[in-house]
Protein backbone atom coordinates (compact mmCIF):
# COMPACT_ATOMS: atom_id res chain seq x y z
CA UNK A 1 0.00 0.00 0.00
CA UNK A 2 1.28 3.63 -1.01
CA UNK A 3 2.92 4.87 2.27
CA UNK A 4 3.02 8.93 2.60
CA UNK A 5 5.14 10.40 5.50
CA UNK A 6 5.15 13.83 5.96
CA UNK A 7 7.98 16.02 8.35
CA UNK A 8 8.80 19.26 9.24
CA UNK A 9 6.22 20.82 11.07
CA UNK A 10 6.20 22.94 14.19
CA UNK A 11 5.50 25.75 16.12
CA UNK A 12 6.86 29.00 14.68
CA UNK A 13 6.19 32.60 15.49
CA UNK A 14 4.59 35.22 12.35
CA UNK A 15 7.14 36.31 9.96
CA UNK A 16 8.89 32.93 10.36
CA UNK A 17 9.74 30.10 8.21
CA UNK A 18 9.20 26.22 7.49
CA UNK A 19 10.17 23.55 5.25
CA UNK A 20 7.97 20.14 4.99
CA UNK A 21 8.83 17.19 3.43
CA UNK A 22 7.09 14.80 2.32
CA UNK A 23 8.20 11.01 0.73
CA UNK A 24 5.86 8.99 -1.03
CA UNK A 25 6.80 5.42 -1.21
CA UNK A 26 5.70 1.66 -1.98
CA UNK A 27 3.76 2.91 -5.31
CA UNK A 28 2.63 -0.11 -6.94
CA UNK A 29 3.10 1.44 -10.59
CA UNK A 30 5.65 4.19 -11.69
CA UNK A 31 4.23 7.46 -13.32
CA UNK A 32 4.61 11.05 -14.31
CA UNK A 33 2.61 12.12 -11.18
CA UNK A 34 2.17 15.50 -10.10
CA UNK A 35 2.70 15.98 -6.19
CA UNK A 36 0.82 18.12 -4.33
CA UNK A 37 0.41 20.10 -0.33
CA UNK A 38 -2.93 20.31 0.99
CA UNK A 39 -3.86 21.56 4.45
CA UNK A 40 -6.86 21.41 7.00
CA UNK A 41 -7.77 23.60 9.38
CA UNK A 42 -9.64 23.31 12.82
CA UNK A 43 -13.32 23.00 11.68
CA UNK A 44 -12.47 23.86 7.93
CA UNK A 45 -11.74 21.72 4.71
CA UNK A 46 -8.71 20.61 3.50
CA UNK A 47 -7.46 22.81 0.75
CA UNK A 48 -5.19 22.75 -1.83
CA UNK A 49 -1.84 24.92 -1.53
CA UNK A 50 0.73 24.06 -3.94
CA UNK A 51 1.07 21.86 -6.53
CA UNK A 52 4.05 20.17 -9.12
CA UNK A 53 3.51 18.68 -12.31
CA UNK A 54 5.88 16.09 -13.31
CA UNK A 55 7.67 18.86 -15.81
CA UNK A 56 7.63 21.47 -12.95
CA UNK A 57 5.19 23.49 -13.44
CA UNK A 58 3.83 24.54 -10.20
CA UNK A 59 0.08 25.82 -8.71
CA UNK A 60 -0.37 27.99 -5.82
CA UNK A 61 -3.68 28.84 -3.97
CA UNK A 62 -4.23 32.82 -3.84
CA UNK A 63 -3.88 32.40 0.11
CA UNK A 64 -0.29 31.13 -0.18
CA UNK A 65 1.14 32.70 -3.44
CA UNK A 66 4.54 34.57 -3.36
CA UNK A 67 5.11 33.23 0.53
CA UNK A 68 5.28 29.13 -0.25
CA UNK A 69 7.53 27.30 -2.75
CA UNK A 70 7.05 23.98 -3.64
CA UNK A 71 9.91 21.67 -5.14
CA UNK A 72 10.51 18.03 -5.89
CA UNK A 73 13.38 15.32 -6.19
CA UNK A 74 13.43 12.99 -8.97
CA UNK A 75 16.87 11.89 -7.59
CA UNK A 76 14.96 9.70 -5.30
CA UNK A 77 12.97 7.42 -7.16
CA UNK A 78 11.09 4.75 -7.12
CA UNK A 79 10.21 7.56 -3.82
CA UNK A 80 8.31 10.62 -4.99
CA UNK A 81 9.59 13.46 -2.39
CA UNK A 82 8.15 16.98 -2.67
CA UNK A 83 8.93 19.74 -0.32
CA UNK A 84 6.97 22.87 0.60
CA UNK A 85 8.98 25.75 1.73
CA UNK A 86 6.82 28.40 3.77
CA UNK A 87 8.57 31.83 4.75
CA UNK A 88 5.97 35.01 6.01
CA UNK A 89 3.73 32.48 7.55
CA UNK A 90 0.56 34.02 9.22
CA UNK A 91 -1.81 32.31 11.60
CA UNK A 92 -3.71 31.60 8.95
CA UNK A 93 -1.52 28.96 8.08
CA UNK A 94 -2.22 27.39 11.50
CA UNK A 95 -3.07 23.63 9.71
CA UNK A 96 -2.42 20.45 9.42
CA UNK A 97 -0.65 19.74 6.15
CA UNK A 98 -0.81 16.90 3.72
CA UNK A 99 0.98 15.80 1.02
CA UNK A 100 -0.27 13.71 -2.14
CA UNK A 101 0.21 12.77 -5.83
CA UNK A 102 -2.05 12.56 -8.92
CA UNK A 103 -2.85 14.80 -11.83
CA UNK A 104 -3.00 18.64 -11.11
CA UNK A 105 -6.99 18.90 -11.47
CA UNK A 106 -7.01 15.95 -8.60
CA UNK A 107 -5.01 17.79 -5.99
CA UNK A 108 -6.24 21.26 -7.14
CA UNK A 109 -9.91 19.77 -6.51
CA UNK A 110 -8.55 18.10 -2.89
CA UNK A 111 -9.01 14.63 -4.17
CA UNK A 112 -10.57 11.93 -3.18
CA UNK A 113 -7.75 10.45 -3.15
CA UNK A 114 -7.20 6.64 -2.15
CA UNK A 115 -4.55 7.30 1.23
CA UNK A 116 -3.60 9.98 3.36
CA UNK A 117 -0.18 10.40 5.31
CA UNK A 118 -0.64 11.46 9.01
CA UNK A 119 0.05 14.88 8.05
CA UNK A 120 2.25 17.46 9.98
CA UNK A 121 0.70 20.30 12.11
CA UNK A 122 2.27 23.87 11.30
CA UNK A 123 1.27 26.53 14.31
CA UNK A 124 1.80 30.09 13.71
CA UNK A 125 1.22 32.15 16.90
CA UNK A 126 0.98 35.93 16.61
Known amino acids: QMRLVESGGGLVQAGGSLRLTCVIS?????????LGWLRQATGMEREFVAGISWAGSTQYSDAVKGRFTISRDKSKRPKYTVYLEMRDLKPEDTAVYYC????????????????WGQGTQVTVSS
Open 100 to 115: NLGDMELLQNRGPFNS
Open 26 to 34: NLTSSESYA
